[in-house]
């Protein structure tokens, strides 16, 4: 087994790092250059950098936010937010910026996971699938856009096999249901996806306690786990998690 990855994630809104509950009522949560130089002397294996507001807006990620945090790291950084186009991701490739991350504009035209994939390998495509409880889909779970504004009648295993076809390179489903609550993992959603890919897939959405990092590993089989509140507000360093993963037998970059 690789050693599981520990992805620091910054949700950005009007130049700030963010965190809110079930996609809403964000607060305040510092700078986000900040935060990138610390995680990365922290142990970061990775940072992710998310323009939470771009798709809402209607416009592009800032590339000068992607530019100021890259230029602080040299750990792998993931940029998403309003990308809908291969000139898009070349901008932020430009800048510094390890790999894409798109979701919204995927799910509105598939053809741009293979568009990406081609121009730039996959390796540098992540797909993001946000997914909400819903009975009524095969799997249970539904594809959500829009920051989790919007259902999309969309199977969420269907579609991560569908990216996975088109060549994305890996997979980060974030239950909107759990996210930002501390409840932990939402495993049977993450589980749902890991079983139904060979791809690297990120958990995310609701870290609360060291528990939760090691549970959402040895039950879904996820390549990495991302977790944004944990780290932001101190409650864990980013080495007392490896630490503790590495005690109960998960591989980590020590």
């Given at each position: 087994?690789?050693?599981?990855?520990?992805?620091?994630?910054?949700?950005?809104?009007?130049?700030?790092?963010?965190?809110?509950?079930?996609?809403?009522?964000?607060?305040?949560?510092?700078?986000p250059?900040e935060?990138?130089?610390?995680?990365?002397?922290?142990?970061?294996?990775?940072?992710?950098?998310?323009?939470?507001?771009?798709?809402?807006?209607?416009?592009?990620?800032?590339?000068?936010?992607?530019?100021?945090?890259?230029?602080?790291?040299?750990?792998?950084?993931?940029?998403?937010?309003?990308?809908t186009?291969?000139?898009?991701?070349?901008?932020?490739?430009?800048?510094?910026?390890?790999?894409?991350?798109?979701?919204?504009?995927?799910?509105?035209?598939?053809?741009?996971?293979?568009?990406?994939?081609?121009?730039?390998?996959?390796a540098?495509l992540?797909?993001?699938?946000?997914?909400?409880?819903?009975?009524?889909?095969?799997s249970?779970?539904?594809?959500?856009?829009?920051?989790?504004?919007?259902?999309?009648g969309?199977?969420?295993?269907?579609?991560?096999?569908?990216?996975?076809?088109?060549?994305?390179?890996?997979?980060?489903?974030?239950?909107?249901?759990?996210?930002?609550?501390?409840?932990?993992?939402d495993?049977?959603?993450?589980?749902?996806?890991?079983?139904?890919?060979?791809?690297?897939?990120?958990a995310?959405?609701?870290?609360?306690?060291l528990?939760?990092?090691?549970?959402?590993?040895?039950?879904?089989?996820?390549?990495?786990?991302?977790?944004?509140?944990?780290?932001?507000?101190?409650?864990?360093?980013?080495?007392?998690?490896?630490?503790?993963?590495?005690?109960?037998g998960?591989?980590?970059?020590?």
């Open positions: 087994m690789k050693p599981v990855k520990i992805v620091p994630c910054l949700d950005t809104k009007d130049g700030r790092v963010v965190k809110g509950v079930h996609f809403v009522d964000l607060r305040d949560a510092g700078d250059v935060h990138a130089g610390f995680y990365q002397a922290e142990g970061a294996d990775e940072i992710a950098m998310l323009d939470v507001a771009a798709t809402v807006e209607g416009r592009t990620t800032r590339v000068d936010w992607a530019r100021a945090v890259a230029s602080v790291l040299t750990v792998p950084l993931t940029v998403g937010g309003g990308i186009s291969p000139e898009d991701m070349q901008a932020l490739f430009d800048v510094g910026v390890s790999k894409v991350l798109v979701n919204s504009a995927a799910v509105a035209r598939p053809a741009l996971v293979e568009e990406a994939a081609a121009a730039y390998g996959s540098r992540v797909v993001a699938i946000d997914g909400r409880r819903n009975e009524s889909m095969p249970g779970f539904e594809v959500v856009v829009s920051g989790g504004r919007r259902g999309t969309l199977d969420c295993v269907e579609w991560a096999q569908r990216c996975e076809a088109l060549g994305a390179g890996e997979l980060l489903p974030t239950s909107m249901d759990g996210d930002g609550t501390l409840d932990g993992y495993i049977p959603f993450t589980r749902a996806i890991t079983g139904a890919v060979s791809l690297p897939v990120t995310s959405g609701g870290a609360g306690k528990d939760d990092f090691v549970e959402v590993v040895q039950q879904a089989g996820v390549a990495a786990v991302l977790a944004a509140s944990v780290f932001h507000f101190r409650t864990f360093r980013i080495a007392e998690v490896k630490e503790y993963l590495a005690a109960r998960v591989p980590v970059s020590l």
